[in-house]
C-alpha cells in the first residue's frame, strides 16, 4: 500500500513544463526564422508538426519514467532538439526555394557542437538516466536523416542510405530481436556517428565542387556501413554464442532431473536397493 502511495504521489508537472518551454521555445525559433527568411507553408507546417510530435513524445517518455526532474543535460538536448527543428523547417522549405545557406549551417553546426556537450553536463553533474541517453540519440538520428535529405536534393537519392540506415535498423530488430542486444562501448562508432553530421554539413555547405562534396558523403556512408555491418556481425555472433551455452544449459538441467541419462542413473539405483 506504501508502495501504491508513494507511485501515485508522483507529481509530473515540474518535467512536463519543461517540455512546454521546449515547445514554446520551437515556435519562437520558427516565427523568427519566417520572419527572416519569408519562410513558406512547407517550412511552417513540417516545424509546427515537428515542436507538436517533439513535445508529446517526450512528454509521454517523461511520465512513463518518472523522472523527478528534468535535469540540466536535457535541457541542453531540448536546446538542440529545437535548432533541429529550425534545420527541419529550413529543408522542408528548400523544396520551394534555396534557403540562406548560412542561417542552415549555422543552426546545424551549433546542434552539433551542443552534440558533445549534454553527456558531459550529464556525467559532471551525476544526471546520467537511460530516457537522457535516449534523447539525446533520437535528436542525432533526426537531424542525420534531414541533412540526407537536403544533400539528397542534389547528390541523389542515394544520400538517404545515411540518414535511413539506423531506422531500418530499428525496424529490423522488430523482426531479429537478437538485434536488441547491448553492445560494448566503442569509440570508433562514437566517432564515425559523430562524423556523419560533420560530414553531410560539409556537403551540404557548397564549398567544395559537386564531386568532392559526392565524395564526401560518399565517405560518411562507407564509414556508416562498416560501422553498422560490424556491429550486427558482433551481435549475430554474440546471439548464436548465447543460444548455444542456454541450448548446453538445457541439455545439463535434463540430465540432472531426469533426462535420458538421469533416467538411467535412477534406474540403476533403484535396481541396487529392490532385492530381485
Known sequence: ??????????DARPVQQETAVGA????????LLGTAIGMGTAGWLTGLVFAFASWAVLSL????????SFGPANRVTLGRATLVGGVTALVADSFRSAPPVALLV???AVALILDGVDGKVARRTGTSTPLGARFDMEVDAFLILVLSVYVAMDLGPWVLLIGGMRYVFVAAARVWPWLTAPLPPSTARKTVAALQGVLLLLAGADLLPRVANAGVVALALGLLVWSFGRDVVWLWRESRVTASLSETHAQDQAE??????G???VRSAVRELVPQ
Do not use: F, K, V, W
Open 24 to 31: 514554446g521555445a520551437q515556435i519562437l525559433l520558427l516565427s
Open 263 to 265: 533416467e538411467s542413473h
Open 256 to 261: 540432472t532431473h531426469g533426462g535420458p541419462h
Open 1 to 10: 500500500m506504501a508502495l501504491n502511495n508513494t507511485y501515485d504521489a508522483y
Open 61 to 68: 517518455a517523461l511520465h512513463r519514467s518518472r523522472l523527478p
Open 106 to 108: 549555422g543552426l546545424t
